[in-house]
């Protein structure tokens, strides 16, 4: 062999060496990649299932993709079926749903999903692990059950929805009357994580705030006789938000460690007792309060119309609430029990469940009377 036809074969191998080297670092850099959200030190959500294709003529593929976070508990689980079918009828846009639920419910849940009014919806089922609330949450006896634990899910956009840039969270006692494109297009100021309807200047608390005393104010949340809430220097007089619908910038979340954040003042609150023992809403609120402490955008308030699930919903003229563009439920009387209001409006999007498990409340005991 001659002394050219060596140096030829040298060079082949030195290149194809080079090759699988670089096919090496490659695929561990590709690892490193998907890791980068998964390996946050966060466990426990995993996805059960994932229905990726919506038929043709409902969704055009061209479209962003709109996450739609929503957590759905066996004893509620008629309401997150009349949020998403609400959402679903009112849009064309591009929605993938996000169902945030148990591991004991998703059989029950897939069940339900798989109805004919509810087969083009393209959705991913995400249990929770409870354990990711141990040492995070304290139990009053005094409250019993009340506290539960998918209620935090919110906490966790960015692990829910690992490559979306930007998502939508809501509770599962609303309806959405207008396109939910429109709230995903909410801008959020630079800097700004997420945006929520306060509850000083919403439309709806217009309505009821005589006699509301402090439970629109930072003061109904927390405990400012404690000296860790005095040194964040927040006035308590700050008018607070409700943190049942907002609309999250997920890049900004995590480069501001929100998550993280947020279970550092649930630990916090384990040890010390922050919150105020008067809790004016959600124990979910109070630290998305702290850590959102004037570092917020807001939302149309008539995208989170509230005070159904009150006697305060009463007041509300039928125009108005046909006017809303998301109606909310919050409160003790939900739309699927005896005494909320505008029970009809919800019902107009609630779809039996074709296992039996869940009913109306006021529909067992209408057919009672009856007999």
Not at 16 to 25: E, G, K, M, Q, R
Request: proline share 5%; glycine share 6%.
């Amino acid at each position: 062999m001659s002394f050219r036809k060596v140096n030829i074969v040298i060079l082949v191998l030195a290149v194809a060496l080079f090759l699988l080297v670089l096919h090496h670092n490659f695929l561990g850099l590709s690892s490193l990649l998907r890791n980068e959200v998964s390996d946050s030190g966060i466990v426990g959500l995993q996805p059960v299932d994932f229905i990726p294709n919506a038929p043709e003529q409902a969704v055009d593929g061209r479209q962003e993709e709109i996450p739609v976070v929503i957590a759905a508990s066996e004893d509620r689980l008629g309401g997150a079926i009349a949020a998403i079918n609400s959402i679903q009828h009112n849009t064309r846009s591009n929605v993938i749903f996000y169902i945030v639920t148990l591991n004991s419910t998703a059989d029950h849940l897939r069940s339900w999903l798989s109805s004919s009014t509810l087969k083009s919806i393209r959705y991913k089922i995400v249990n929770f692990d409870t354990k990711l609330l141990e040492g995070k949450v304290k139990k009053d006896p005094d409250e019993g059950e009340s506290i539960k634990p998918l209620t935090f899910a919110r906490f966790y956009l960015p692990i829910l929805v690992p490559g979306a840039k930007k998502a939508i969270y809501m509770d599962d006692d609303v309806i959405v009357q207008g396109d939910i494109l429109a709230l995903y297009n909410t801008p959020l100021k630079p800097g700004h994580a997420a945006a929520f309807s306060e509850d000083c200047d919403s439309t709806s608390t217009k309505v009821v705030i005589r006699g509301a005393g402090n439970q629109y104010n930072y003061i109904g949340y927390l405990d400012y006789k404690k000296e860790r809430i005095r040194k964040l220097s927040m006035k308590a007089s700050t008018c607070s938000f409700n943190p049942g619908v907002f609309v999250a910038n997920l890049t900004e979340w995590k480069k501001q460690n929100i998550t993280n954040q947020l279970e550092k003042w649930m630990k916090l609150n384990v040890e010390e007792g922050l919150y105020s023992r008067t809790l004016a809403g959600s124990i979910t609120t109070p630290p998305l309060l702290i850590v959102f402490y004037q570092q917020h955008s807001t939302i149309d308030p008539m995208w989170n119309v509230r005070h159904l699930g009150s006697s305060a919903g009463k007041r509300y003229s039928p125009q108005f609430v046909k006017a809303a563009k998301l109606l909310h439920w919050n409160g003790h009387f939900k739309p699927w029990g005896r005494t909320a209001s505008y029970t009809d409006v919800w019902e107009k999007w609630y779809i039996p469940d074709p296992t039996g498990k869940f009913s109306l409340i006021r529909r067992h005991v209408e057919i009672s009377n009856i007999k």
